[in-house]
């Protein structure tokens, strides 16, 4: 059975940071590309980063690139997300998925923004809310 358990979200102030991680088991974790999505109340759900297999690639949305940065260790099995200079508008549930991909070689960031932006990845965490105070 697989499992997504995303943590580390919270209340914050705005300025502030967060780290949120997201450990995956029942799965060849290294097999899998990961991605991190955010949805605001009455908002559509938004892809903000990806990273590969082996984490050589990732790719970022515009309103989080260079605050934000994404990795992953395989030996936990997990993937975080550092986030620096949080917004009010970072506030969200923030999820995380699991899909093959492609596989190391092929993942470019166009690759892998593609795939950020189709959305269906295979495998959902519950999510963990981010909250920023203004």
């Known amino acids: 059975q697989v499992q997504v358990v995303e943590s580390g979200g919270g209340l914050v102030q705005t300025g502030g940071s967060l780290r949120l991680s997201c450990k995956v088991s029942?799965?060849?974790?290294?097999?899998?590309?990961m991605g991190w999505f955010r949805q605001a109340p009455g908002k559509e759900r938004e892809g903000i980063s990806a990273?590969?297999?082996?984490?050589?690639?990732?790719w970022y949305v515009k309103s989080v690139k260079g605050r934000t940065t994404i990795s992953r260790d395989n030996a936990k099995s997990t993937v975080y997300l550092e986030m620096n200079d949080l917004k009010p508008e970072d506030t969200a549930m923030y999820y995380c998925?699991?899909?093959?991909?492609?596989?190391?070689?092929?993942?470019?960031?166009?690759?892998?923004?593609?795939?950020?932006?189709?959305?269906?990845?295979?495998?959902w965490g519950q999510g963990t809310q981010v909250t920023v105070s203004s």
């Open positions: 029942g799965l060849p974790f290294d097999g899998y590309t």
């Open positions: 998925a699991a899909d093959p991909g492609p596989q190391e070689h092929l993942a470019t960031d166009h690759a892998l923004g593609i795939l950020l932006l189709r959305g269906d990845f295979t495998y």
């Open positions: 990273i590969s297999r082996r984490g050589g690639y990732s």
